[in-house]
């Protein structure tokens, strides 16, 4: 499969705890996004890498958010001192720069429950 | 910041019928993009649009930029098709790798 995978699918953690999502892109494709998505609601735009450079960071990435792109392949998103609020799909994309237009591939998403 | 609104927010509809989602922006953009999302969360996507109009089976798709607004038909409705359809946008120039989406328009089509 050459498509971008997510891991884990689903989380379920309690408050308090500390969890770390993982993306994979399609080889080759230098940017990266991690969005997130709440019940009802469309995508929200939290970070961009370009290789291993984050790029932008949303204002909705609090302190407790922290993206790596060590190598300029997966990704991490890691949630510290997870709140309730934080429930959600957190869904990947990733792109190839020299292409335009510049389409973005979404993974299945990590689905979050912080109980 | 653009806003994209869509509507409608949901949307039933009977096997057969022919269906139109609608998207309108505030901004200018460089590309429209409908999406599809499945129970389950992943995202697909339809259409990257920057004028005119887009065809793909039974999907096609309208972009009126001078109207700043987007439509997507579903031809022939088919249960298969029940999903949330999602419009995202995209800006000009430093911003425009950054994704500005819709709220979705959840589809069902009855058999």
């Known amino acids: 499969d050459t498509g971008v995978s997510q891991d884990p699918r689903h989380k379920i953690t309690k408050r308090g705890q500390n969890v770390t999502f993982r993306c994979d892109p399609i080889?080759?494709?230098?940017?990266l996004y991690w969005y997130r998505q709440t019940l009802g609601q469309g995508p929200e735009f939290l970070t961009y890498?370009?290789?291993?450079?984050?790029?932008?960071k949303s204002r909705l990435l609090s302190d407790r958010f922290s993206a790596e792109r060590p190598k300029g392949s997966f990704s991490t998103l890691e949630i510290q001192r997870t709140e309730q609020g934080d429930s959600a799909m957190y869904l990947c994309a990733s792109s190839f720069a020299m292409l335009t237009p510049n389409e973005q591939f979404f993974g299945p998403g990590t689905r979050l429950t912080v109980l | 910041k653009n806003e994209v609104e869509q509507s409608p927010q949901n949307l039933t509809a009977q096997e057969g019928e022919f269906i139109t989602i609608n998207c309108s922006y505030s901004v200018g953009i460089s590309a429209l993009h409908w999406l599809q999302q499945h129970p389950g969360g992943g995202i697909v996507s339809l259409f990257m649009?920057?004028?005119g109009k887009k065809k793909h089976g039974r999907l096609i798709a309208t972009i009126n930029i001078q109207e700043k607004h987007s439509s997507l038909h579903i031809t022939a409705s088919h249960p298969r098709d029940s999903a949330v359809y999602i419009c995202?946008?995209?800006?000009?120039?430093?911003?425009?790798?950054?994704?500005?989406f819709g709220k979705g328009t959840l589809l069902t089509v009855n058999p």
């Open positions: 995202a946008v995209r800006g000009y120039g430093g911003s425009n790798y950054k994704l500005t």
């Open positions: 649009l920057s004028s």
């Open positions: 080889s080759e494709h230098n940017r």
């Open positions: 890498f370009q290789n291993e450079a984050q790029l932008e």
